[in-house]
C-alpha cells in the first residue's frame, strides 16, 4: 500500500512539473506572440490543470510552497527527499 500512495504522490508530482513546464514556455511564445488567442486559451487551459492537480495533491499530502493556505502549520513536517532514501 504505501508503494502504491509514493507511486500516486511521484505522479501527481510529475503532472505539476509537466504544466508548469508547459506553462513557461507558453508564456515565452505568448511574450512574442501575444495575439495568438489559440497559444493563450491553451496557456489558460494548463493553469487550470495545474491549479486542480496542485489541490489535490496539497489535499493529500500537504503544501507545495510557502504561499499555501494552512490551518495549521504543516510546512516541512515530512522527510526531506534525501532523508527517505530511493529504492528505484
Given amino acids: 500500500m504505501e508503494n502504491s500512495n509514493q507511486e500516486n504522490r ?6 505539476i512539473m509537466e504544466y508548469k513546464f508547459y506553462i513557461n514556455d507558453l ?3 505568448l511574450d512574442t ?3 495568438d488567442r489559440k497559444a493563450l486559451a491553451l496557456h489558460n487551459e494548463y493553469v487550470e490543470k495545474l491549479d ?3 489541490k489535490k495533491f496539497e489535499k493529500m499530502y500537504g503544501p507545495l ?4 493556505v494552512m490551518e495549521s ?10 532523508q527517505r532514501g530511493f529504492n528505484r
Fill in 10 to 15: 511521484d505522479n501527481l508530482l510529475k503532472k
Fill in 27 to 29: 508564456t515565452l511564445y
Fill in 33 to 35: 506572440h501575444p495575439n
Fill in 52 to 54: 486542480e492537480v496542485t
Fill in 65 to 68: 510552497t510557502i504561499e499555501t
Fill in 73 to 82: 502549520w504543516e510546512w516541512a513536517q515530512d522527510l526531506w527527499p534525501w
